[in-house]
């Protein structure tokens, strides 16, 4: 009880105590100038069947030697308290939270531990140690969140769910069966990607042939389906996938039939054949007449033999 004129504050009414640890209660008093303080005591106050009751801290065995009175006889009634029981503050006081609410890939994000305890706090992600409490959002650090007093950590918050929302990425294109097509084959083009929410719009392209080639719209869906693929439906092919984020497409895949191949082996035969047979009579026409030279001089004598041989007849 404080009489008229006789004052005490608390510094920090809500006290942050650790299991083991010291506390320091802050404490000041006030009165009227003309008295003068005899007597400080702590007291542990306990309600007992609806009575308060209030017994002086000497005088309970459970606080022997672990207050210390720390005032005088001035203002000052502070006490510390060694090897504290509770961690009721502790367990009540974390409080996890993501700001912002709503987080968008490429945003800033801040964790928040509340807590009354001006300690360091650190952090888990799906119960691995976080090391950055404020980061740049990506798609991988969706996940539940909790913290905890650094050297505390078994006593944790609540998880706070982060999700992560992002337009389509790694888009893709899967063709299904071997890789081998053929003219009349049936086979399906099917579209993924990574994104939240997910891709719900799907439109495939085609480019022909070249490279520059104009994209044709072929289809929607995340299936393309050929029931008979032909030499027409050959080129590269592209998927774009579609969120309410954004959008992203896939790098082309080629799309070829298998002659493609073959015929790729009859022009390079049909070469061979043209140049073996354009360049062949060349090769023997120049053989034949480097022979006819190299044979010129004892052709003459030859000759000259042949008319030796035949003048007589003359
Ligand atoms: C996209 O692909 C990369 C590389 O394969 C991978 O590391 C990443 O986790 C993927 N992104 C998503 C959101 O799945
Ligand atoms: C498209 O996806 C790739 C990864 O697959 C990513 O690097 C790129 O930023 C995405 N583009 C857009 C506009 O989201
Ligand atoms: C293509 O997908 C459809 C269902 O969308 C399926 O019935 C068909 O068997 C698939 N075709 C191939 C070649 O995988
Ligand atoms: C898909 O997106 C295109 C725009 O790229 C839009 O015109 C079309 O209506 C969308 N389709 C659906 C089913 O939402």
Redesign the pocket.
């Known amino acids: 009880t404080v009489a008229t004129g006789h004052n005490i504050t608390f510094e920090s009414p809500d006290l942050c105590a650790l299991r083991g640890s010291s506390v320091q209660f802050r404490c000041l008093y006030s009165y009227p100038e003309q008295e003068s303080v005899k007597e400080t005591a702590w007291f542990k106050g306990e309600l007992i069947n609806d009575i308060w009751k209030r017994t002086r801290l000497s005088e309970l065995p459970s606080f022997q030697d672990r207050f210390e009175y720390r005032g005088d006889l001035q203002h000052n009634c502070s006490l510390v308290l060694h090897s504290i029981h509770s961690v009721y503050l502790i367990v009540t006081g974390l409080n996890a939270s993501v700001h912002p609410k709503r987080v968008r890939a490429g945003d800033h994000v801040t964790l928040e531990c509340k807590t009354k305890c001006q300690l360091p706090v650190v952090w888990f992600k799906d119960g691995q140690t976080v090391t950055k409490s404020t980061f740049q959002a990506q798609a991988e650090d969706a996940g539940k969140y909790s913290c905890a007093i650094e050297g505390h950590e078994s006593v944790q918050s609540d998880p706070v769910v982060m999700n992560v929302w992002?337009?389509?990425?790694?888009?893709s294109v899967e063709q299904s069966g071997s890789g081998l097509l053929s003219a009349g084959s049936s086979l399906n083009l099917t579209c993924d990607s990574a994104a939240n929410p997910a891709a719900d719009n799907y439109t495939w392209y085609r480019r022909s042939a070249s490279d520059s080639g104009p994209l044709i719209q072929v289809g929607s869906g995340q299936v393309l389906s050929f029931s008979s693929f032909s030499a027409s439906d050959t080129g590269s092919y592209i998927c774009r996938a579609r969120n309410s984020l954004?959008?992203?497409?896939s790098s082309g895949v080629q799309m070829k039939l298998e002659e493609a191949n073959y015929n790729l082996f009859i022009v390079l035969g049909l070469g061979l054949t043209v140049i073996i047979l354009f360049f062949l009579p060349l090769i023997i026409i120049w053989a034949w007449r480097r022979r006819q030279c190299n044979s010129a001089a004892p052709e003459e004598n030859h000759s000259h033999d042949y008319e030796n041989f035949f003048y007589p007849k003359h």
Do not use: D, K
Request: aromatic content about 10%.
């Open positions: 992002y337009s389509p990425l790694n888009v954004g959008e992203n497409v």
